[in-house]
């Protein structure tokens, strides 16, 4: 009994250790989810001392939004757009890197390709808003070549404006998608390029018949993850355009923000919230299944 009291004991010291760090990460989650959701039950949350419980008329009035709709929209074209650039840019340059070339080469570019991952949300959104400036570097690179006769705004033309934000999403995002998909170009077995080859294929034929099916479980997973990163992004968005101009470029999750901290309507943000939560939710769930599946 003492034997079987002291193995319990050595088995659940470790355990006692984590749990203070445990409890104070489960409430920092849940504490701030659960107020989330009650905020947006009520009218006047936060700006009042006793706010209206209204039930779920902020989702009726939400889901009879147009400004809700168009931001849900401009989610989905960002989030769709991102995720491809990333997903075509990243392996495009994994493939690049792959390539049997001089070792200390390989590592250079390898090392500078990765650099635009480790930069802040600040640091690519101020730097990009001085090369798209109108009197910027793309511009005069552009009259220069004469591809432009004037100036273009491009992050102050609404029409250009969610093209230029999906541009600085996808520079800032695909080195990501190229370590993972290096990652997954060093598992696939040499022999099966070599007995392509023998059969007289090319490199396009090996990319698509050999490449991607090996590759196809870490793409799945790896767009998955991205997508769900990408669709609640805020700071890289805010800092760039600001939604703008007007609200071009407006996502929920900048929607969210001017809700709250702008028109100081924090219920409809709260609601809000809730809804870039249970999409989020849905899209990480069909992510731990394939991760489950993989296993």
Sequence with gaps: MTAMLRQMTTRGTPYLFLLPGLVILGALLS????????????????????????GLDNYTTLLTDPGYWSAGLNTLVFTIGSVAGHMVVGIGLALLVNADINPRARTFFRSMLVLPWIFTAVVVALNWQLLLNPFGLVNYVLQWLGLTSEP????????????????????????FIMVSF????????????????????????????????????????????????????????????????????????????????VDFQFAQAATVAVSILIISAAFTLLYLRNEARRL
Aim: proline share 7%.
């Design 31 to 54: 504490v701030p989810l659960y107020k989330v959701v009650e905020y947006s039950l009520y009218d006047n949350v936060i700006v009042e001392r006793n706010p209206t419980w209204v």
């Design 152 to 175: 273009l705004d491009w992050l102050g033309n609404p029409d250009l404006a969610m093209w230029s934000l999906l541009l600085i999403s996808t520079w800032r995002g695909y080195p």
């Design 182 to 261: 290096l990652s997954g170009l060093q598992t696939v077995p040499r022999e099966l390029y070599e007995a392509a080859e023998i059969d007289g294929a090319g490199f396009w034929h090996k990319f698509w018949h050999v490449t991607l099916p090996q590759l196809k479980p870490v793409i799945y997973g790896v767009a998955l993850l991205d997508l769900i990163w990408t669709f609640q992004l805020f700071p890289l968005v805010w800092l760039s355009t600001g939604g703008g101009p007007g609200r071009a470029t407006e996502v929920l999750s900048t929607l969210t923000f001017r809700l709250a901290f």
